[in-house]
């Protein structure tokens, strides 16, 4: 992946925009990519152009916790950890299921992001398990998983 710097201002934004959106929400199709950057002004971008910025950003496409694939910045060009980094900054997504909770970071942020978590002893998680690119918590009660997840996000300041 080159450097921002090696494209145009309007390049830059719809780069960065992009990144963005994915960084912060789950996306299964480009279609739901290109309308999300239509609602954030870039009006008449087309799938072909969001097809040419995924390329350009080097994302990749997962399966996430509902065994759906979907799009996300790949860890391996993403920047080293950096101690100076906030935690919004190391969350590439939270989601779950009806049983628990899978934090998705930046590769190499998964420990900080479950110290965090640890720090804040909510009373609603049962346990935190971490990786180097992925944490999973496991809620008191399943019956409050959905509770859980937007406490999370607030906490990681995520939404």
């Known amino acids: 992946m080159k450097d921002y710097g090696d494209y145009s201002g309007k390049e830059q934004e719809q780069m960065a925009m992009c990144q963005r959106l994915i960084s912060n929400k789950t996306y299964c199709s480009?279609?739901?990519?290109?309308?999300?950057?239509?609602?954030q002004g870039f009006d008449n971008i087309s799938q072909s152009s969001v097809s040419r910025l995924l390329k350009l950003l080097g994302v990749i496409k997962i399966r996430n916790a509902k065994g759906q694939k979907i799009y996300s910045l790949n860890p391996l060009l993403q920047p080293a950890p950096d101690a100076a980094?906030?935690?919004?900054?190391?969350?590439?997504?939270?989601?779950?299921?009806?049983?628990?909770?899978?934090?998705?970071?930046?590769?190499?942020?998964?420990?900080?992001?479950a110290?965090?978590?640890?720090?804040?002893?909510?009373?609603?998680?049962?346990?935190?398990?971490?990786g180097s690119s992925?944490?999973?918590?496991?809620?008191?009660?399943v019956k409050r998983t959905a509770l859980v997840h937007k406490r999370i996000n607030y906490l990681l300041k995520t939404h």
Request: proline residues 3%; hydrophobic residues 45%; without cysteine.
């Open 85 to 113: 980094r906030s935690i919004s900054e190391m969350v590439v997504s939270v989601e779950h299921n009806s049983e628990f909770i899978l934090v998705h970071t930046v590769a190499g942020y998964g420990r900080a992001v």
């Open 134 to 141: 992925i944490v999973w918590i496991a809620p008191r009660d």
């Open 30 to 39: 480009q279609e739901e990519i290109r309308r999300d950057m239509q609602r």
């Open 115 to 130: 110290k965090v978590l640890d720090y804040h002893a909510l009373p609603e998680i049962l346990g935190v398990v971490a």
